[in-house]
């Protein structure tokens, strides 16, 4: 096993005779490959900003405008109307002369207005609020400008110059829908003290906050991201284990192959074919599903190569703009593992022998190194204090560098996990471990880990502060499928290709850890023990139908599988709460979310009704929610407009007795849809190449996290979290209810297909072991 001098790419000694220098030849082209390939990457980064700069023109556009123009000057006409003219009048005399320069410059403004116009076209959301297959006139006119205006070809980020802002909504509408969205949750007296609250916040002062706020919003790119950044996420004491990070998991059905070190050579390299296609900007920007409105491609930028910096008072988030190894953790070891060699990425073969290597090195943990990791899973102050004293310099600091600056983090689990069919408790054993594992053999500062587990099984936990888990999940499915269906396994199970025996073996990192830095690891793992050991997790599967039988219905899926939320939620504690489920605000630059109130007037009016006249009641129920959803994505939501007042008033050191209370209120409901990219899986003709999505932790102590997918056109699954140390709370009794309330709900819409047909029934080649 390489040791950290092997990587040193020079060695002296001094004698009598002078200063012996020792040059590594391998080292030194190990050096310059290294950075031609860095400035390949300028190089590609500065041509793509070119490209992006003038989209939805392109550089073809100009020699064409050129032609035009100086073909049109023997006929004296003017084909531009006088803007030549016009342009003339601005530019130096010397200047004014000059075709190409006039010619550049009405170029530029034609693409200025061409980009223009195109924001403004971006701007509409009319079309959002229509209702399915109807169609007004305004809004086609509108998307036969969009595909207009939209250009061809655009790269991952060519239309970031032509996103709207995201609007400041009006504090009176704001004010108005938080007292609609509470109604149900209050009695009377208690509503009536609200609207007092309200009145008075919204007269006095409200309006003050509401002027520091446009003026940033004229000012910034987003009045919402940075500070929900900084004070959500970054600015949280409390572990992010748990209680920020998220986690996403494997094929359901199938384990491509029962290699651990083979499954993690394909999917390693799928990640780094991924990263150079992200750095090069040939992923398709992301759109709306079935549309041609692109979403906001900014989170992408911190994918790689970004850790997440503890800080007494707040973290920071780290990234660097290139990195050619990968930090690998294994029986409490830690390695480092280059992933070029010659210039090139290595091959999904060598990367599998690499990680053989470390798997079948004996070498025991340095002392203190086995359990380093609890740091990032315990309280974020004493992480901070504790890698400013004992991790600032020296070998501490040279290995802390690699882990944090590598592309990602991975971790060689011992253990095996997946499930089979007919014991799901192993599946809600597998969740558990990709959202804690051991507290202390994963990163979690890192951007996203990936888990390899001995039976070849694996799976992901992300960092939330840097971007949303929608990022995150458009590349782990392009890796599974990357990994199945273009990479694959030979007959053994191995991956394909040959080995070049001149690779340098992996780098264990070297540590030097005093006992007091022992004693605040075993604190940190101690708290982070605790926090894990409280935390309920199930996973299920519903086959009985999917969101194909509920658009038959003439009901949107979501709003379907909130409402049934709702009625499984009041069954099990027999009361409404305030629900949280996030929506994407990626329709605007640096869009992040915004909340949907899922528990409204009336799904609570339906839930208690559902004997009754619930039908009609279901229906305005699903109507409501998606208007909420839609107002979220639109900008038009409240939680993100009142966070960003309350910060305003905490800078001008004000106290508003509304904003205290509204900022308080729990949400004992979380929920969050995660997203299938369906254009990256063939679910009819391999149903079983299905993921089962991913989870996170519950947000209240006393209430329920529940992240949900829809798996093709047949299958639902859910993620359902809760605490231990709560006695109301039970992760598969409420896994039980959200079942019943699925067929009670499918029942009262659509009788004749309400009968339940077991899908793993009629595919019995899925119940193998996963």
Known sequence: MAEAHQAVAFQFTVSPDGIDLHLSHQALTEIYLSGVRSWKKRVIGLKNSVVTGVYPA?????????????????????????????????????????????????????????????????????????????MSNTTKVWVALVRIFSGRKPL???????????????IKDTVNRHLESVRPLMDDTEYERMTSLSEDFESGLGKRLQWYLKLKAL??????????????????????????????MDFMYVTPTPIQAARAGNSIHAYFLYRRKLNKEELKPTRIPGTVIPLCSAQCERMFNTTRIPGEETDTVQHWQDSDYIAVYHRGRYFRL??????????????????????????PPSKGEAKLGALTAGDRIPWAKARAKYFSSGVNKRSLDFIEKAAFFVTLD??????????????????????????????????????????????????????????????????????CFQLGYNAEGHCKGEVDSSLPGPQKLNWEIPPECEEQISGSLAVAQALADDVDVH???????????????????????????????????????????????????EGRTETVRSCTNESCAFVRALEDVCRR?????????????????????????????????????????????????????????TPLQVEMFDLVNHPEYVSCGGGFGPVAD???????????????????????????????????????????????????????????????ELKKDL
């Open 539 to 589: 996973v299920f599967s519903f086959e009985e139908f999917g969101k194909g039988k509920i658009k038959k219905c003439r009901v949107s899926p979501d709003a379907f599988i909130q409402l049934t939320l709702q009625l499984a939620h009041y069954r099990n504690q027999g009361r409404f709460c305030l629900t949280y489920e996030a929506s994407m605000t990626r329709l605007f630059k």
């Open 58 to 134: 392109s550089l073809s556009s100009w020699l064409f405008v050129v032609i035009a123009i100086l073909a049109t000057m023997y006929t004296r006409s003017d084909p531009s109307m006088g803007l030549i003219a016009k342009i003339q009048e601005h530019l130096p005399v010397r200047a004014r002369s000059n075709q190409i320069i006039n010619v550049t410059m009405l170029w530029l403004l034609l693409i200025f207005t061409m980009r223009m116009c195109l924001k403004q076209l971006l701007s509409y959301h009319r079309w959002m609020f229509e209702k399915h297959g109807k």
């Open 702 to 764: 006393d209430g329920y996290g529940v992240s949900y997918c829809a798996l093709g056109e047949k299958m639902l699954s859910f993620h359902i979290t809760c605490k231990h140390s709560c006695p109301n709370t039970d992760a598969n009794t409420f896994g039980g209810e959200i079942r019943k309330a699925l067929r009670d709900l499918l029942q009262l819409l659509s009788p004749e297909q309400a009968e339940p047909r077991k899908a793993a029934a009629q595919r019995p």
């Open 414 to 483: 011992d253990d095996e996990q997946g499930g089979v069919a007919d014991d799901p408790t192993r599946i809600d054993s597998y969740a558990k471990s990709l959202l804690h594992g051991k507290c202390y053999d994963r990163w979690f500062d890192k951007s996203f880990s990936v888990v390899y587990f001995k039976n070849g099984k694996m799976g992901l936990n992300g960092e939330h502060s840097w971007a949303d888990a929608p990022v995150l999940s458009h590349a782990w499915q392009y890796v599974l499928t990357t990994d």
């Open 156 to 170: 991952l980020y060519s239309y970031q110059g032509s996103l709207p802002n995201l609007p400041v909504p009006l």
């Open 617 to 673: 009641l279901f229906h305005e129920a699903s109507e409501k929610h998606q208007q909420l959803y839609r107002m979220a994505m639109t900008g038009a939501g409240i939680d993100r407009h009142l966070f960003c007042l309350y910060v305003v008033s905490k800078y001008l050191q004000v106290e508003s007795p509304f904003l205290k209370e509204v900022l308080s209120e729990p949400w004992r409901l979380s929920t969050s849809q």
């Open 338 to 363: 280059r992933m070029y060699h010659a210039g090139r990425l290595l091959s999904p073969r060598e990367i599998e022998s690499q990680i053989q290597k470390i798997l079948d090195d004996p070498s």
């Open 219 to 248: 000012w910034a790119t987003n009045y919402v991201s940075d500070w929900w950044e900084e004070y959500v996420y970054l600015r949280g004491r409390s572990p992010i284990m748990v209680n920020s990070n998220y986690y996403g």
